[in-house]
């Protein structure tokens, strides 16, 4: 064995074992969650509603103190703590490709608690997000601990991001897939293994603590006909159309929450007291909550058309209240939740239309699940894989790949690129799209961008460029005032094909006056944009749109080579 082969052996080993540790963080992490989960459910719904319950019309007016309550509490985090707000998995994204895999380690603490008092209180919200979230945080601690490489440290995010998404539903290959459809942004790769590994880890915790995981009671035996695959296709288009159209709408909800003239601490309780009133009046059906007794319902037929939509479409509000308030929680069990109200009510109806189908409204609530989260999240890999390991069947499989491909190509075109994750970094100042691996959006025009630039005065002559080209072999100068402020752009095709006596003219006369410029803070995404946009090689670096200082210049070639470089920092190998 050659000392390379000692070399890699040492390293993939050094991968293994902390790809089986963050699964042991990020399983424990799940667990310690749920626990806590129940434990504050048990106190708002066993203990606290006996207490305040008041029936008037049939109604227990006592549920609308719960949620109220809750989310009162959760205002008092969530002032201490703004990022906490939400899902998560936004800030792992953030933490993976724009820092390093760094996440504060007060976050995992704070997210913890304040996401269990939302969902335990009775906030439409899912606890898979922030499971995913509080995984991925304590792997960074970790990470942090032993002082790992800023390569290994976003792997180890992912990897606890994995786990906790694994232990949550038992599914492990598409917890793994989860990690790489939404973080790596569909980029497979070698990191898949030890993505894997974590994600087996943090799932055979769940279960061997819990002895269970996922609470989706799905029947089994069931299955459909291939004439009835242009009704899923159809399904699909439909859920992901109306994915899109929820995803705008929840932060247009966030919107008129942050403009509201409302004290911050107050926000929370008003939607927690909306989510009351429409847990109140349908409190058996899983709008309070995670909601997974209310998917039973749907997946056993007990539901009538008229009621699956509706239940669909109060669902979306009370998690739009949950969120936009500002409370802490994830949207992947209500995207479960309403896909499958939806779903279950359009199977019914082709029931209804097409007798000799012998249709089952079970597929297309699980067709329906598949469609609307993969419009999403854009994650349809992670709801294909995830419908086959909870169904232990290949039976749906067809039904379920035809409606989670075409609602996440019909969301993704209506959302032009963006997922529910993307759309909360967008605001944030991020500037990415899903599908496609993130590299030259996570380095600054400051981190590549030449500092001591060669350039020209305005009244320099265009003999003296051309001496610099020869003298540089660049084709192309910033041109620059006595203040050294930027006025332009001189090169190459300014002077070919110019006489001697024009040549001895000033450069002021012939600089090019539609031109880009970048600034320090801008990605080399942008810069790269701008470049093509202009039609230049190299691009001024000024220091801001109000400063035109020259502080530098980013040519195509400093964009070339950062790339490579950040490709080469996404894989372990």
């Given at each position: 064995?050659?000392?390379?082969?000692?070399?890699?052996?040492?390293?993939?080993?050094?991968?293994?074992?902390?790809?089986?540790?963050?699964?042991?963080?990020?399983?424990?992490?799940?667990?310690?969650?749920?626990?806590?989960?129940?434990?504050?459910?048990?106190?708002?719904?066993?203990?606290?509603?006996?207490?305040?319950?008041?029936?008037?019309?049939?109604?227990?007016?006592?549920?609308?103190?719960?949620?109220?309550?809750?989310?009162?509490?959760?205002?008092?985090?969530?002032?201490?703590?703004?990022?906490?707000?939400?899902?998560?998995?936004?800030?792992?994204?953030?933490?993976?490709?724009?820092?390093?895999?760094?996440?504060?380690?007060?976050?995992?603490?704070?997210?913890?608690?304040?996401?269990?008092?939302?969902?335990?209180?009775?906030?439409?919200?899912?606890?898979?997000?922030?499971?995913?979230?509080?995984?991925?945080?304590?792997?960074?601690?970790?990470?942090?601990?032993?002082?790992?490489?800023?390569?290994?440290?976003?792997?180890?995010?992912?990897?606890?991001?994995?786990?906790?998404?694994?232990?949550?539903?038992?599914?492990?290959?598409?917890?793994?897939?989860?990690?790489?459809?939404?973080?790596?942004?569909?980029?497979?790769?070698?990191?898949?293994?030890?993505?894997?590994?974590?994600?087996?880890?943090?799932?055979?915790?769940?279960?061997?603590?819990?002895?269970?995981?996922?609470?989706?009671?799905?029947?089994?035996?069931?299955?459909?006909?291939?004439?009835?695959?242009?009704?899923?296709?159809?399904?699909?288009?439909?859920?992901?159309?109306?994915?899109?159209?929820?995803?705008?709408?929840?932060?247009?909800?966030?919107?008129?929450?942050?403009?509201?003239?409302?004290?911050?601490?107050?926000?929370?309780?008003?939607?927690?007291?909306?989510?009351?009133?429409?847990?109140?009046?349908?409190?058996?059906?899983?709008?309070?909550?995670?909601?997974?007794?209310?998917?039973?319902?749907?997946?056993?037929?007990?539901?009538?058309?008229?009621?699956?939509?509706?239940?669909?479409?109060?669902?979306?509000?009370?998690?739009?209240?949950?969120?936009?308030?500002?409370?802490?929680?994830?949207?992947?069990?209500?995207?479960?939740?309403?896909?499958?109200?939806?779903?279950?009510?359009?199977?019914?109806?082709?029931?209804?239309l097409f007798p000799g189908l012998g249709s089952n409204p079970a597929v297309y609530?699980?067709?329906?699940?598949?469609?609307?989260?993969?419009?999403?999240?854009?994650?349809?890999?992670?709801?294909?894989?995830?419908?086959?390991?909870?169904?232990?069947?290949?039976?749906?499989?067809?039904?379920?790949?035809?409606?989670?491909?075409?609602?996440?190509?019909?969301?993704?075109?209506?959302?032009?690129?963006?997922?529910?994750?993307?759309?909360?970094?967008?605001?944030?100042?991020?500037?990415?799209?899903?599908?496609?691996?993130?590299?030259?959006?996570?380095?600054?025009?400051?981190?590549?961008?030449?500092?001591?630039?060669?350039?020209?005065?305005?009244?320099?002559?265009?003999?003296?460029?051309?001496?610099?080209?020869?003298?540089?072999?660049?084709?192309?100068?910033?041109?620059?005032?006595?203040?050294?402020?930027?006025?332009?752009?001189?090169?190459?095709?300014?002077?070919?094909?110019?006489?001697?006596?024009?040549?001895?003219?000033?450069?002021?006369?012939?600089?090019?006056?539609?031109?880009?410029?970048?600034?320090?803070?801008?990605?080399?995404?942008?810069?790269?944009?701008?470049?093509?946009?202009?039609?230049?090689?190299?691009?001024?670096?000024?220091?801001?749109?109000?400063?035109?200082?020259?502080?530098?210049?980013?040519?195509?070639?400093?964009?070339?080579?950062?790339?490579?470089?950040?490709?080469?920092?996404?894989?372990?190998?």
């Amino acid at each position: 064995m050659t000392s390379g082969d000692g070399v890699y052996l040492r390293k993939w080993g050094m991968v293994m074992a902390f790809s089986i540790l963050a699964g042991l963080v990020g399983g424990l992490g799940a667990v310690v969650f749920r626990v806590f989960i129940g434990v504050v459910h048990r106190f708002f719904f066993e203990w606290l509603l006996p207490k305040v319950s008041y029936e008037v019309g049939g109604f227990n007016l006592g549920y609308l103190i719960l949620p109220t309550l809750g989310a009162f509490i959760v205002a008092f985090f969530v002032i201490k703590c703004p990022e906490i707000r939400g899902n998560g998995i936004p800030e792992v994204i953030e933490a993976v490709i724009f820092k390093g895999g760094n996440i504060p380690g007060k976050f995992a603490v704070l997210k913890t608690i304040a996401t269990a008092i939302t969902i335990g209180s009775g906030g439409s919200v899912g606890r898979e997000g922030p499971i995913g979230f509080i995984g991925a945080s304590l792997t960074s601690i970790l990470a942090h601990w032993f002082n790992l490489s800023r390569e290994m440290k976003k792997l180890l995010v992912t990897c606890g991001l994995a786990a906790g998404i694994a232990g949550t539903f038992n599914t492990p290959l598409a917890g793994a897939m989860f990690a790489l459809e939404v973080v790596y942004m569909g980029a497979f790769s070698i990191n898949l293994v030890p993505i894997f590994i974590a994600a087996v880890t943090g799932n055979a915790v769940t279960l061997a603590v819990l002895k269970g995981a996922v609470e989706i009671d799905i029947p089994g035996d069931i299955g459909h006909t291939l004439p009835e695959l242009p009704l899923f296709f159809l399904l699909g288009l439909s859920l992901g159309l109306l994915a899109a159209f929820y995803a705008r709408f929840l932060y247009r909800v966030v919107d008129g929450f942050s403009k509201a003239n409302v004290p911050e601490i107050i926000k929370p309780a008003v939607g927690g007291f909306g989510v009351g009133v429409l847990g109140m009046l349908f409190p058996a059906y899983g709008i309070f909550g995670i909601g997974y007794e209310g998917m039973r319902m749907a997946f056993y037929g007990e539901l009538a058309i008229g009621l699956l939509v509706t239940l669909g479409l109060v669902k979306m509000l009370a998690t739009a209240l949950t969120i936009g308030s500002g409370q802490s929680g994830g949207v992947f069990a209500p995207s479960l939740y309403i896909g499958t109200m939806f779903g279950a009510a359009f199977g019914e109806i082709v029931r209804l239309l097409f007798p000799g189908l012998g249709s089952n409204p079970a597929v297309y609530a699980l067709a329906g699940m598949a469609a609307f989260f993969s419009g999403m999240t854009q994650a349809p890999l992670t709801q294909i894989l995830m419908v086959t390991e909870l169904t232990r069947s290949y039976a749906v499989l067809p039904a379920v790949m035809t409606s989670a491909t075409i609602g996440f190509l019909t969301a993704r075109f209506f959302l032009k690129g963006e997922s529910i994750y993307t759309l909360k970094l967008i605001r944030k100042g991020y500037h990415i799209r899903t599908g496609k691996p993130v590299i030259l959006e996570t380095i600054s025009v400051g981190e590549i961008m030449t500092r001591e630039p060669v350039y020209v005065t305005e009244d320099q002559t265009l003999f003296d460029v051309e001496h610099l080209i020869g003298e540089t072999g660049h084709d192309c100068f910033p041109v620059v005032n006595e203040n050294m402020e930027v006025v332009g752009i001189v090169g190459i095709k300014d002077i070919l094909k110019k006489s001697s006596s024009i040549k001895r003219m000033p450069v002021k006369k012939f600089i090019r006056r539609a031109y880009g410029v970048t600034y320090p803070t801008e990605t080399a995404e942008e810069a790269f944009e701008k470049l093509m946009a202009y039609d230049q090689n190299l691009l001024p670096v000024v220091e801001s749109p109000e400063n035109r200082r020259l502080i530098g210049v980013v040519t195509k070639r400093d964009i070339y080579r950062a790339y490579y470089r950040g490709l080469e920092g996404m894989y372990i190998d």
